[in-house]
């Protein structure tokens, strides 16, 4: 079965420093793997994918996620944190379903907290 | 502007009620997914439909029922078979349900708890 894990409930960073949020995956088969980003009493909002192509996929924001599939992993990074950015972010693995529909499965989310 | 309309934002059930929350697109999306979000537990899948009148069972169905009369509307009901309702109910929507490469678009969410 399909499955993504967030080993973090929480990344505290400092503003103007580099943040990573981290994403690990199992899937048979080519993973297609997406971020969104969740602020209070909000729905989610869709930042980034990954396909197939180039292993460094830009997104919303100014965020960016590496594909490595040799750690099987998909971290979500971006160069200069802003306070803005505290919300909470979900990683997701696409998974296919009978008569060749899908679906999407998500990780527990982590919190992401930029300090001033 | 397109997108995903839930209503009511908050909504409070009484014991033994049935309640219907809803959502409505205007994006001409074909697929439609109904989730439930508790704290630290992430989204979890109630219901989904890839077309009009048809709609699958997602990993938590029990005690939900939907609908997808038409291709804008997925209404769901809390049925008082579901004993734990109190929880964030989101609903999403994607243009084309084969191949799975297209994002999700998401509603903002019914809060819903029990008196």
Known sequence: AQSVAQPEDQVNVAEGNPLTVKCTYSVSGNPYLFWYVQYPNRGLQFLLKYITGDNLVKGSYGFEAEFNKSQTSFHLKKPSALVSDSALYFCAVRDLVSGGYNKLIFGAGTRLAVHP | ?115
């Open chain 2, 1 to 115: 502007d397109g997108g995903i309309t839930q209503s009511p934002k908050y909504l409070f059930r009484k014991e033994g009620q049935n309640v219907t929350l809803s959502c409505e697109q205007n994006l001409n999306h074909d697929a439609m997914y109904w989730y439930r979000q508790d704290p630290g537990q992430g989204l979890r899948l109630i219901y989904y439909s890839q077309i009009v009148n048809d709609f699958q069972k997602g990993d938590i169905a029990e005690g939900y029922s939907v609908s997808r009369e038409k291709k804008e509307s997925f209404p769901l009901t809390v049925t008082s078979a579901q004993k734990n309702p109190t929880a964030f109910y989101l609903c999403a929507s994607s243009i084309n349900p084969l191949g799975g490469d297209q994002p999700q678009h998401f509603g903002d969410g019914t809060r819903l708890s029990i008196l």
